[in-house]
């Protein structure tokens, strides 16, 4: 093969060894091989050549040398020479040489040869490849077939973010070959690389679908491109890009696709009216993600510096950090703006005086207090004399010593309101804010404005939210001798912390307990509200001891009314619906009763056999009217822990009620754990992150009264009888430490079994209990409910209630199977006052 130029693709290795001259010269430096390529390069057949010196074909130097001189060369010599064509001419070569064997002084040696100027152009090649791809801004980068990233180049690196995000480290070009890529295959780190890359390949949208056209149809496609960055944060690229894109296939000398050569030039700044747009944009959907004021002033913040100023501050009055309305005009005291957020492109933010939550104490001629007081911005240059400063040495110096030379204003307001101002400065940008400046400024604050009010109205409603569901569940669950609880409340609607779901414990008569877990249809302040109205409600009907069946149906009847006036509040068919279970705990007799409501049944726990789901029976929803309801008894033993919850806790998972209730028995396996333990089990276990729909649930350990708590007499229905009544129970009293208690115990007996041997009929029964308070209950088989009466002076009697209602701490009736039961509770002396239920 001759001597050749350059070809159309760029020129190939000089030194191919399928075209290149190939020599072997022996010790004595006697041509022992001669290849087909350097006949072409030089003209000499083998013929003529094989065991002549190789010195004979030099034009300078003494042939004789160059023996000696093969036998100094260590490994490798590189260099160029001269040799005398066949036909006469003078040809510069450009060789190799290298010893193939033998010791110093001896063996052979390995001669490749070209032609200089051919290798000439080739460095010239490798150089302007290495320029563009090391230096130039051009970013280049290689994917494959599959369009995975395999090769970048430090330009693309660093102006493509994703790219740049998914490489992870900067281009250091060490080891990368004459090309100097900055991601090549190969290395531990490099997989790693390659791994992220492959990721974001697939999230550019842009590049796959272009990469992608090109695989498809063999031919380049260019395209300009105009767009914000990935992220508005200055972070993550600035203003936005606008940038030359170039896809091109590449393939092997037998034309078989490698892969795609992806190349950008990005040309941004070259228009900035265009950029001023970029940024708008991206401020714009940067700014305003949330409705947490803080974040919303820290995006602005983001969106403004670096890219428009060098230094800002957001400053707030107190009046929106305490949700209320802001004056719409001024004076504002000085103590009333306050430091929401500040941002430097300075790391150690030397320009800080005021840190944030402090006051600002601008002076009284300062830009921001007549910013204030106008709502209007100001712009000035900040010069040797600046007369505001003159009055606060502490900020002049600052500003003298960074070299502010611009400062801009801009009032942060929203619908006719004055919540705060910003500040902004300027001093390693040497331009000075000008109109353009300005009017972009008042854009983007202007818009951070309205998110800001919207974030302030936010807390205003979430606070009033928040103290609705405050008013409306227990404050603190009461403590009760029979059971020991513990619950969990997480709405669905996270934000404002309301739901439609309660719970509640609720103190009995007799000792016994009722808990009570609802659910309202739906989520937010509206099922809160009604979740309010039939907790009430059930405390309310609760109060009157009625069974649970009974109870619910009460409830029923008033969440069909609910609906109905809803229904025609709102001219249109309104749904209120709920479920609720209920449960009466009585420690005495060791059982529980309940009724539920559409509701799951509950689960027990108890401590020597597996989870129990009870057959309760199923009653309708509340709100459907006219259905019955039953409820159902169950022994429970001491320390079994009962579970009431809502269907969003054995559904949250993947909506599967089985699944869930084997969580929950899994939850519930050993119940001898403290109690706030398995909550958060429960929690764990059952619940993802973000609930779809509210969830509640109560869990109650039980406790027993001992039946030496306990006293019972059957009481004869003769009046001598209440005598005898009186002495047992003082004899009672005394066996339990409650002397004190014997006047005011005797007195409400004999008021109560006196009433009874009158007013009803037998069998009449009388039950002293001694946990927390000290019960009296007399019972009887009539169910004519006793009330207290205002007597005259002239009545012989009728102020038997009255003296009870005047001794006891509570007193009622609640009605039974077999007749009513009249109970009066006392505290005991020096116990700690019975917390009111909840």
Aim: hydrophobic fraction near 40%.
């Amino acid at each position: 093969m001759g001597v050749s130029g350059v070809s159309s693709a760029g020129p190939g290795d000089p030194f191919d060894i399928a075209s290149t001259a190939v020599a072997v010269i022996d010790a004595e430096g006697l041509i022992v091989q001669w290849s087909r390529g350097a006949e072409e390069l030089v003209g000499h057949p083998a013929r003529d050549v094989l065991r002549r010196p190789v010195g004979s074909l030099l034009v300078h130097g003494d042939p004789a040398a160059v023996p000696e001189f093969l036998r100094g060369i260590d490994r490798v010599w590189a260099g160029v020479i001269t040799v005398r064509h066949r036909s006469g001419a003078a040809v510069r070569l450009a060789v190799r040489v290298c010893r193939l064997s033998g010791a110093s002084g001896g063996g052979d040696w390995l001669v490749l040869g070209c032609d200089a100027i051919r290798r000439r152009r080739r460095e010239m090649y490798e150089a302007v490849a290495r320029a563009l791809l090391e230096q130039s801004p051009l970013g280049v980068a290689v994917l494959d077939t599959q369009l995975r990233y395999r090769w970048v180049n430090r330009a693309l690196a660093g102006m493509d973010d994703t790219v740049a995000e998914a490489a992870g480290v900067p281009y250091t070009g060490e080891g990368a070959g004459s090309a100097g890529p900055a991601v090549a295959e190969g290395g531990a780190r490099d997989e790693s690389t390659l791994r992220a890359l492959v990721a974001t390949a697939r999230e550019s949208a842009v590049v796959t679908r272009q990469a992608r056209q090109v695989l498809l149809s063999g031919k380049c496609q260019v395209t300009l491109e105009h767009a914000p960055a990935r992220h508005a944060a200055p972070d993550a690229g600035g203003q936005g890009r606008s940038r030359l894109r170039s896809f091109f296939p590449l393939r092997d000398g037998a034309g078989r696709t490698l892969g795609i050569c992806y190349a950008a030039l990005d040309l941004t700044g070259q228009d900035p009216a265009r950029e001023r747009l970029a940024l708008l944009n991206a401020a714009t959907d940067h700014i305003g993600t949330t409705l947490d004021l803080d974040r919303t002033v820290q995006e602005l913040a983001e969106a403004l510096v670096p890219q428009v100023a060098d230094f800002v501050a957001i400053d707030l009055l107190d009046a929106v950090r305490a949700t209320k309305v802001p004056a719409a005009e001024g004076p504002y005291d000085a103590e009333t703006l306050r430091r929401a957020v500040h941002r430097s492109i300075k790391e150690d933010q030397p320009e800080v005086i005021v840190r944030v939550g402090e006051p600002t104490r601008y002076p009284d001629l300062s830009p921001q207090r007549r910013c204030l007081a106008t709502g209007k911005p100001l712009r000035e240059i900040v010069g040797t004399w600046t007369p505001w400063l003159a009055h606060d040495a502490q900020r002049w110096e600052k500003m003298f010593r960074l070299g502010v030379h611009t400062h801009l204003v801009v009032p942060l307001r929203a619908r006719g309101t004055t919540m705060g101002v910003v500040t902004l400065l300027r001093w390693k940008n040497p331009d000075p804010f000008d109109e353009d400046d300005l009017l972009l400024v008042e854009d983007l604050v202007g818009r951070a404005a309205m998110c800001v009010d919207n974030a302030r109205r936010f807390a205003r409603e979430h606070q009033a939210a928040l103290t609705l569901q405050t008013s409306l569940l227990p404050l603190a669950l009461p403590e009760h001798s029979a059971v020991e609880v513990a619950y969990r409340y997480l709405p669905a609607d996270a934000e404002s912390g309301v739901g439609g779901d309660w719970f509640d414990v609720i103190p009995l008569s007799g000792a016994r307990v009722a808990l009570v877990v609802g659910d309202v249809v739906g989520h937010g302040l509206h099922a809160a509200a009604s979740m309010g109205r039939l907790r009430a409600a059930v405390q309310t009907l609760a109060d009157l001891d009625l069974p649970p069946d009974e109870l619910l149906a009460r409830v029923d009847d008033l969440v069909v009314r609910l609906s109905d006036e809803a229904e025609a509040a709102a001219k249109e068919p309104t749904v209120i619906g709920a479920t609720c279970v209920y449960a009466v705990y009585d420690p005495i007799a060791r059982k529980i009763v309940v009724a539920r409501a559409g509701h799951p049944s509950p689960a027990i726990a108890h401590l020597t056999e597996p989870v129990e789901f009870p057959d309760i029976p199923a009653g309708p929803p509340l709100g459907l009217g006219g259905l019955p309801f039953e409820s159902a008894e169950v022994a429970v033993e001491e320390g079994s822990v009962i579970a009431l919850y809502t269907d969003g806790l054995i559904e949250a998972s993947d909506r599967d009620v089985d699944v869930g209730m084997e969580r929950l028995c899994f939850t519930l396996a050993h119940p001898d754990r403290p109690l706030e333990e398995i909550c958060d089990i429960m929690v764990r276990t059952l619940l993802p992150d973000r609930p779809r729909d509210d969830v509640a649930f109560l869990i109650a350990r039980t406790h027993v009264l001992s039946s030496d708590r306990v006293a019972t007499w059957e009481v004869p229905t003769d009046p001598s009888a209440v005598r005898v009544a009186r002495e047992n129970v003082t004899e009672q009293l005394s066996r339990w430490g409650l002397d004190e208690m014997v006047f005011t115990t005797e007195l409400i007996v004999s008021e109560l079994l006196t009433n009874a041997i009158r007013h009803a009929c037998g069998p009449i029964g009388l039950r002293l209990i001694h946990e927390r308070a000290l019960i009296c209950e007399v019972s009887d088989a009539s169910n004519t409910s006793p009330h207290m009466r205002r007597a005259l002076g002239t009545d012989e009697g009728g102020r038997g209630l009255f003296l009870v209602a005047q001794v006891a701490q509570r007193w009622g009736t609640r009605y039974t199977s077999s007749g009513k039961t009249i109970w009066a509770e006392q505290q005991p002396p020096g116990s700690p006052p019975r917390q009111a239920r909840c």
